[in-house]
């Protein structure tokens, strides 16, 4: 993908919260987190070496690599979530992280006080991980629902004052019935933001 995409990629990844699917997978819903650290430490160890020899907890790769590398030496990693530790987790080893709240008030465009903490939250810890907050992504979401792409530009100036690197915009459960129609849904929003 990020070769294809010339570099775009950006990874988002989550632990879940089903633990059936966990049981499905014959895997412990309970180490779920501190397994996700060491995927992290095999998946920038793969695309960043051209042969990685690799033996962790839950890992073992006798001398493997991919071909073609990335185009990004590693592909950025955001992590998904709102518990403690994922926040922790994410100002530890992320490159950034996808909240799961919305940005703004009912109208839109007033910044909510609930965001603005975790925001804030997130910059501590990133900081108290030696890192610096402004070099960290943060990827707010937009959801077009019921409404034209047009009436979503606000939020995306409320994200900015949240201080977000980038916003996405969800068109999932807006009654778009064609990849047309999501595409064109997304090329309306990007021209109403100017």
């Given at each position: 993908m990020d070769v294809l995409s010339g570099g775009r990629l950006r990874l988002g990844i989550g632990i879940g919260w089903n633990e059936v699917e966990y049981e499905a997978l014959g895997e412990d819903f309970r180490n779920r987190?501190?397994?996700?650290?060491?995927?992290?430490?095999?998946?920038?160890?793969?695309?960043?070496?051209?042969?990685?020899?690799?033996?962790?907890?839950?890992?073992?790769?006798p001398d493997a690599g991919l071909n073609p590398l990335p185009v990004q030496r590693p592909i950025p990693i955001l992590f998904g979530g709102?518990?403690?530790?994922?926040?922790?987790?994410?100002?530890?080893?992320?490159?950034?992280?996808?909240?799961?709240?919305?940005?703004?008030?009912?109208?839109?465009?007033?910044?909510?006080?609930?965001?603005?903490?975790y925001i804030q939250k997130m910059r501590g810890y990133i900081t108290e991980a030696g890192r610096d907050p402004d070099a960290f992504q943060i990827d707010g979401r937009?959801?077009?629902?019921?409404?034209?792409?047009?009436?979503?530009?606000?939020?995306?100036?409320?994200?900015?004052?949240?201080?977000?690197?980038?916003?996405?915009?969800?068109?999932?459960?807006?009654?778009?019935?064609?990849p047309d129609a999501h595409i064109d849904a997304m090329r309306r929003f990007k021209e109403a933001l100017g």
């Open positions: 987190g501190k397994r996700s650290e060491e995927q992290v430490e095999v998946l920038r160890a793969l695309w960043t070496q051209d042969v990685v020899t690799y033996k962790g907890k839950w890992h073992s790769i709102m518990a403690e530790p994922v926040l922790r987790r994410a100002a530890r080893l992320g490159d950034g992280w996808l909240p799961q709240f919305g940005g703004f008030e009912a109208d839109g465009k007033t910044v909510n006080a609930a965001g603005r903490d937009v959801t077009l629902g019921n409404r034209k792409p047009e009436e979503c530009a606000a939020e995306v100036e409320a994200w900015r004052e949240l201080g977000a690197t980038h916003v996405s915009l969800n068109t999932m459960r807006a009654g778009l019935s064609t």
